[in-house]
């Protein structure tokens, strides 16, 4: 029976509050009394004389009390779990707020607890840890993890293909890789490193590498010849400071033979093992937010700046919706839709063979158990 539900005959007042009231009640709780049944052959027929007021009180309360027992009855009935981005508040995540925001997650049975990442947190730690369920990283650092032990799972490729960049001055003379030698440049150290060290290693070159952490200020103050960027991220910020995109040489990591995809969603072998339908419904409720986050581009971006002002981020509208716009090209390459969510072997064969290259790991971990998620 539907929320709308309508007595098919005239009543007196009681039986028509008793008939507007319990029609609600008994389309969420998925019951209704059966008018077979004696006990409420006097309630159900219409003909009879109407109830008394106490009585259709009584019946009232004791719907209602159905009702609320079935609702918390539904809410119990949720997993609950626990999901850490890599990072603070901000589009390269809209997806995940955007399936809490919209119900996706409570829609596949999880109740989701969005944990705060960023500066100090280590995402794959609090996984091996148990102290959240899922969690993002990049694909590079992820599979260090699981050749060092962490036995940790993919459950969706997000972003298909680096946006990792070197920015330089032109005025530094830096135009490709080989004049990055015995140059100053600012990389990030930690998780973050794989793809730099592989660079380096790539077009064999030596520079004094200086550690970066959250900001671009060592290059906007001159102390490194060139910096590590996202495109989605501090390359917008460096242009934001001041810079015009000609007065600028950028080297993409993805054009000189350094294509790590990045930001995948990740859960325990464990969790995976014991609980694999709910691993895979927060994949796919994750996937949709993202599809409804690229849709409705405007609705994402208050709900991206709720969650960064809330964290305190200090970002802008401007600044995220840059940050969209290109999560959307790297999650969808070309338009590219087939790939949304998937890990290729060839992409991970790719950065599993170029990490033990510079014997960052000893042995390749297998495919099949690496990745679960949508082939």
């Given at each position: 029976?539907?929320?709308?539900?309508?007595?098919?005959?005239?009543?007196?007042?009681?039986?028509?509050?008793?008939?507007?009231?319990?029609?609600?009640?008994?389309?969420?709780?998925?019951?209704?009394?059966?008018?077979?049944?004696?006990?409420?052959?006097?309630?159900?027929?219409?003909?009879?004389?109407?109830?008394?007021?106490?009585?259709?009180?009584?019946?009232?309360?004791?719907?209602?009390?159905?009702?609320?027992?079935?609702?918390?009855?539904?809410?119990?009935?949720?997993?609950?779990?626990?999901?850490?981005?890599?990072?603070?508040?901000?589009?390269?995540?809209?997806?995940?707020?955007?399936?809490?925001?919209?119900?996706?997650?409570?829609?596949?049975?999880?109740?989701?607890?969005?944990?705060?990442?960023?500066?100090?947190?280590?995402?794959?730690?609090?996984?091996?840890?148990?102290?959240?369920?899922f969690c993002t990283g990049w694909l590079?650092?992820?599979?260090?993890?699981r050749a060092a032990g962490l036995r940790?799972?993919?459950?969706?490729?997000?972003?298909?293909?680096?946006?990792?960049?070197?920015?330089?001055?032109?005025?530094?003379?830096?135009?490709?890789?080989?004049?990055?030698?015995?140059?100053?440049?600012?990389?990030?150290?930690?998780?973050?490193?794989?793809?730099?060290?592989?660079?380096?290693?790539?077009?064999?070159?030596?520079?004094q590498v200086i550690p970066n952490y959250?900001?671009?200020?060592?290059?906007?103050?001159?102390?490194?010849?060139?910096?590590?960027?996202?495109?989605?991220?501090?390359?917008?910020?460096?242009?934001?400071?001041?810079?015009?995109?000609?007065?600028?040489?950028?080297?993409?990591?993805?054009?000189?033979?350094?294509?790590?995809?990045?930001?995948?969603?990740?859960?325990?072998?464990?969790?995976?093992?014991?609980?694999?339908?709910?691993?895979?419904?927060?994949?796919?409720?994750?996937?949709?937010?993202?599809?409804?986050?690229?849709?409705?581009?405007?609705?994402?971006?208050?709900?991206?700046?709720?969650?960064?002002?809330?964290?305190?981020?200090?970002?802008?509208?401007?600044?995220?919706?840059?940050?969209?716009?290109?999560?959307?090209?790297?999650?969808?390459?070309?338009?590219?839709?087939?790939?949304?969510?998937?890990?290729?072997?060839?992409?991970?064969?790719?950065?599993?063979?170029?990490?033990?290259?510079?014997?960052?790991?000893?042995?390749?971990?297998?495919?099949?158990?690496?990745?679960?998620?949508?082939?």
């Amino acid at each position: 029976m539907s929320d709308t539900y309508e007595p098919r005959v005239k009543t007196v007042p009681n039986q028509r509050l008793l008939y507007s009231l319990c029609g609600p009640i008994a389309g969420a709780c998925r019951t209704w009394p059966d008018c077979s049944d004696t006990a409420f052959q006097e309630t159900c027929n219409p003909t009879k004389p109407n109830l008394s007021r106490p009585t259709a009180i009584a019946i009232l309360l004791t719907l209602f009390i159905m009702g609320g027992w079935c609702c918390a009855y539904g809410q119990a009935s949720l997993r609950p779990v626990t999901f850490m981005p890599q990072w603070i508040p901000q589009a390269q995540f809209a997806g995940y707020m955007v399936a809490q925001e919209k119900g996706f997650y409570r829609e596949a049975g999880l109740d989701v607890t969005h944990l705060t990442g960023g500066p100090g947190k280590n995402c794959f730690a609090s996984l091996a840890a148990e102290e959240t369920t899922f969690c993002t990283g990049w694909l590079s650092t992820a599979i260090l993890q699981r050749a060092a032990g962490l036995r940790l799972v993919n459950l969706a490729q997000m972003i298909q293909r680096s946006s990792l960049l070197l920015v330089a001055k032109k005025s530094s003379g830096i135009r490709e890789p080989k004049d990055i030698e015995n140059k100053r440049v600012g990389f990030w150290v930690g998780d973050f490193d794989a793809p730099g060290l592989f660079f380096l290693k790539k077009h064999n070159l030596r520079v004094q590498v200086i550690p970066n952490y959250t900001t671009v200020t060592v290059f906007l103050t001159g102390a490194v010849d060139a910096v590590a960027a996202m495109w989605y991220n501090e390359y917008h910020t460096i242009l934001n400071c001041g810079f015009n995109p000609d007065e600028l040489s950028v080297l993409k990591f993805a054009d000189t033979g350094v294509n790590f995809p990045e930001d995948g969603l990740y859960c325990s072998e464990e969790m995976f093992a014991s609980d694999p339908e709910a691993c895979l419904a927060f994949a796919e409720a994750s996937l949709k937010g993202w599809k409804h986050a690229f849709d409705h581009p405007d609705e994402t971006i208050e709900i991206v700046m709720r969650h960064a002002r809330d964290a305190n981020t200090g970002t802008n509208v401007a600044h995220q919706r840059w940050m969209l716009a290109a999560m959307k090209d790297l999650m969808t390459p070309d338009g590219n839709d087939e790939v949304f969510g998937r890990l290729s072997e060839e992409d991970y064969r790719r950065v599993s063979e170029a990490l033990k290259e510079v014997n960052l790991i000893r042995e390749i971990p297998e495919y099949t158990k690496f990745y679960r998620g949508p082939r």
